[in-house]
């Protein structure tokens, strides 16, 4: 089987536009949630947003493409072509065999609300013939293989907040077996319509005991936390066959060398209580990057903010690495930028492979009042220098679906 390595990273997050203005805000805890302002927030429960307030789609794409293309597709665009940049590809690799797995919870719901809205008020004869191409959850991937000319596998993945790990996964395997030579893989999301903030508040996930102080409201395995915190934004990686990647003198950030995926097969919305699920995924990813439980020195956790997923995540971790998980550092970067759903498991994965790359691994931030049930090192409050050789970030959604990936520091 091929080594995968990754070799190009771009981000657009609540916290600042692109992988170092990302990087810089994470590790230095700055929290990206404030007051929520994409939507009328007068009839949601919840207040507060992680929005990604300082993207451009006119500058980024320029106006007449951002137009055509709903927010979450906008978002994976801009970040797939600052991976594409940073990995040096465009002219080391044939594009017929490359490919694209980009991941969506929702897909794009605002533009099909919004041409729902048209109908409404102006007619049908108003509704935009772009409402189709983007309100699919697919664009994103149709439209990163069309902008750089990418022929090899394309397709989406969409197993709610799990999803960016199962395209980061899949696209890991196509490589492994000799299907593909790279890849772009991510997910990208906006979910903003008061719709869905007022569904998930129904299902008393959001947080909604901060309005008042929203840069406090994300707190994953904190005993005041009460929900999650909206976010948006997307991360996209390049995967690269690493003897290609090499030839051609490419930047290796780190090697990907394990993924694993499981069902809770227990509830459509709440994890396995004991998270044995979860823990099922987590033992998979090892086995498959072929490294023990006492390799893995941080793990960047799924972590939400809900007071059943943080709980049965920490057990989770517990039962996938036994005496082990007492050394394992473990932060939630959701903690400064919200939950992203179907880009979550894409930028926490760029945030795990930094880790590793430059020794410093990003805190949990608003941990003042430790969760009892929630007994890990939570890398509280403020970075962490240190050295560690592998790292695992998780990544879990609706349905019960669980998936993880594993990343390794380079080596020869």
């Not at 008042?212 to 996209?236: I, K, Q």
């Not at 805190?363 to 890398?379: F, M, R, S």
Request: charge should be negative; charged fraction near 20%; proline fraction near 6%.
């Amino acid at each position: 089987m091929q080594r995968v390595v990754v070799t190009g990273l771009g981000a657009v997050t609540p916290v600042g536009v692109g992988v170092k203005a990302y990087w810089d805000a994470i590790t230095a805890g700055q929290s990206g949630v404030g007051p929520l302002t994409l939507v009328d927030p007068e009839p949601v429960p919840s207040k507060v947003a992680a929005e990604c307030l300082e993207f451009d789609p006119a500058a980024s794409l320029g106006p007449k493409e951002a137009k055509r293309l709903d927010r979450s597709t906008q978002f994976a665009l801009t970040a797939a072509r600052e991976a594409w940049d940073d990995s040096a590809i465009e002219d080391g690799v044939d594009k017929d065999e490359t490919g694209v797995v980009f991941a969506t919870g929702i897909g794009g719901i605002s533009s099909l609300l919004a041409s729902d809205a048209v109908m409404r008020t102006k007619g049908p004869n108003r509704v935009s013939p772009f409402t189709v191409p983007q309100l699919m959850p697919n664009a994103a991937a149709g439209q990163i293989a069309m902008k750089f000319g990418l022929r090899g596998p394309n397709f989406c993945t969409t197993t709610a907040c799990a999803a960016s790990n199962h395209a980061i996964g899949l696209a890991f395997q196509a490589i492994r077996h000799g299907e593909a030579t790279a890849m772009i893989a991510g997910g990208s999301e906006s979910a903003f319509v008061q719709v869905a903030l007022i569904a998930f508040a129904q299902m008393t996930a959001l947080a909604t005991k901060f309005n008042e102080t929203p840069w406090e409201a994300s707190r994953p395995f904190d005993s005041l936390r009460n929900g999650f915190v909206m976010g948006e934004g997307a991360g996209a990686l390049i995967l690269e066959e690493r003897e290609h990647a090499l030839a051609r003198g490419a930047p290796v950030h780190a090697e990907l060398v394990g993924f694993g995926q499981s069902a809770d097969a227990f509830h459509v919305t709440a994890p396995s209580e004991d998270g044995s699920g979860a823990a099922l995924a987590m033992r998979r990813a090892l086995r498959s990057a072929d490294l023990a439980p006492e390799a893995v020195g941080y793990v960047n956790a799924h972590g939400t903010s809900t007071p059943a997923g943080d709980v049965s995540e920490t057990k989770a971790i517990r039962l996938a690495f036994g005496d082990h998980a007492d050394n394992l550092a473990v932060s939630s970067t959701k903690s400064m930028i919200g939950h992203l759903f179907g880009a979550a498991g894409a930028v926490e994965g760029i945030a795990t492979i930094l880790a590793l790359r430059d020794g410093i691994l990003p805190p949990t931030i608003n941990q003042t009042d430790p969760d009892p049930a929630c007994d890990l090192d939570y890398v509280p409050n403020q970075a962490r220098k240190a050295e560690v050789d592998a790292a695992m970030s998780n990544g879990f959604g609706f349905g019960g679906h669980n998936a993880v990936v594993v990343f390794r520091r380079h080596q020869a």
